[in-house]
C-alpha cells in the first residue's frame, strides 16, 4: 500500500496558480493517482486522477513524472472558493475495495 | 439527481444509546462505504460493501455494524455510543472499486455523544 506525503497547508491569492506536491515513493505498477477536494461541512469531491504524464479535465491538471514517485496537482488562477482540503489518494485497481485511504490532505487557502 | 443521501445530518446521543445512520444512493453504483473524519486525522474507513448482500471490516470497524439492505441503502449502527464516536461519518458509494471511477460521499452526519 503506497504511503502518500503532501504539505499539510498552503497560502495563496486569487489569481495565481496553485500547485500542490504529493510524495508517494513506493508507488506500485498498478497504482492509480487521484486527488480529492473537500470544501467545509461536506464530503470529499473527486476531481482528477492519473496514471503517467500529464491528464487536464476543467477543474485542474495532473502532473506525474515518469518514475511516478511523485504527482503535482496544479490549480489555474485560484478564486475565494478554491479555499478547500485536497487528498492524494494512490490505489491499485486490483487489491481490493478498501485500499483507497484518505490522509490528513493540504489545506489550501485562498486569500483576496 | 440526489447522489448519495444520509440522515440524519445532526444527532446528539447519550453515552450507551444506540442509532443507525442512513444511507441511500440513486446512481446504481455497485459499492458504498461508510468513514468518520475525525479533526487532524483525515478520513478513515469503517465497513464496506463491495455489492448487494456482502460487507467487510475497514480500518476502524470496532463499535460499529452494517447492512447493506439492499444496492441502494447502506446503513451503519452504533449498538451502544461512546464518546470515542463523536465524529462526522460520510457514506460514499463508487460504480467498481472506486480507484478509477472515484467515490461519491454524502454531505455527512455530525454525531455528538456526550
Known amino acids: 500500500l503506497a504511503k502518500t506525503t503532501q504539505p499539510i497547508s498552503m497560502d495563496s491569492y486569487e489569481g495565481q496558480e496553485v500547485n500542490i506536491t504529493c510524495s508517494h515513493n513506493?508507488?506500485?505498477?498498478?497504482?492509480?493517482i487521484t486527488w480529492y477536494q473537500q470544501f467545509p461541512s461536506q464530503g470529499p469531491r473527486f476531481i482528477i486522477q492519473?496514471?503517467?504524464t500529464k491528464v487536464t479535465n476543467e477543474v485542474a491538471s495532473l502532473f506525474i513524472p515518469a518514475d511516478r514517485k511523485s504527482s503535482t496537482l496544479s490549480l489555474p488562477r485560484v478564486s475565494l472558493s478554491d479555499t478547500a482540503v485536497y487528498y492524494c489518494?494512490?490505489?491499485?485497481?486490483?487489491?481490493?475495495?478498501?485500499?483507497?485511504?484518505f490522509g490528513k490532505g493540504t489545506m489550501l487557502l485562498v486569500s483576496p | 439527481n440526489a447522489g448519495v443521501t444520509q440522515t440524519p445530518k445532526f444527532q446528539v446521543l447519550k453515552t450507551g444509546q444506540s442509532m443507525t445512520l442512513q444511507c441511500a444512493q440513486d446512481?446504481?453504483?455497485?459499492?458504498m462505504y461508510w468513514y468518520r473524519q475525525d479533526p487532524g486525522m483525515g478520513l478513515r474507513l469503517i465497513y464496506y460493501?463491495?455489492?448487494?448482500?456482502?460487507?467487510d471490516k475497514g480500518e476502524v470497524p470496532n463499535g460499529y455494524n452494517v447492512s447493506r439492505l439492499n444496492k441502494r441503502e447502506f446503513s451503519l449502527r452504533l449498538e451502544s455510543a461512546a464518546p470515542s464516536q463523536t465524529s462526522v461519518y460520510f457514506c460514499?458509494?463508487?460504480?467498481?472499486?472506486?480507484?478509477?471511477?472515484?467515490?461519491?460521499f454524502g454531505s455527512g452526519t455530525r454525531l455528538t455523544v456526550v
Open positions: 489518494l494512490v490505489g491499485d485497481v486490483n487489491s481490493g475495495y478498501s485500499t483507497l485511504t
Open positions: 446512481m446504481n453504483h455497485n459499492s
Open positions: 460514499a458509494s463508487s460504480e467498481g472499486t472506486g480507484i478509477e471511477d472515484g467515490y461519491t
Open positions: 492519473g496514471y503517467k
Open positions: 460493501s463491495a455489492s448487494e448482500g456482502t460487507t
Open positions: 513506493n508507488i506500485a505498477t498498478n497504482d492509480y
